[in-house]
């Protein structure tokens, strides 16, 4: 099942995390996304603890079309070095996932 992947990163406000939801579903490097926040993250950045509010983005993909999702979020973030990660989707329904794999169909 690692075809198939749930892809997250994050935003320092709502405008920002939508509109990466946004362009990657129109552009069909995802499926579906999902914003939540705000959520309260706890980091080290340039030597320095920090914490702070961020939006939080998901978005199901598969392996196949990861790395242009991967480019997609690193050119619309406005960060130079924001978090984009996968994880491997263990388990999931039959159908959802024929969805997902014929939405993010490169053919479309």
């Known amino acids: 099942m690692t075809e198939f992947l749930q892809v997250t990163t994050t935003a320092a406000d709502r405008v920002t995390a939508t509109n990466l939801a946004r362009s990657a579903v129109a552009a069909r490097l995802a499926a579906s996304a999902q914003v939540s926040g705000p959520v309260l993250s706890f980091f080290w950045h340039l030597g320095e603890q920090g914490e702070g509010e961020e939006w939080q983005v ?5 392996a196949e079309r990861y790395p242009e999702l991967e480019a997609h979020l ?5 960060w130079d070095n924001p978090e984009v990660t996968a994880l491997p989707l263990a388990a999931a329904s039959e159908d959802y996932l024929a969805w997902l794999r014929q939405t993010v169909s490169a053919a479309q």
Do not use: G
């Open 74 to 78: 690193r050119r619309e973030h406005p």
């Open 58 to 62: 998901v978005l199901k993909t598969t």
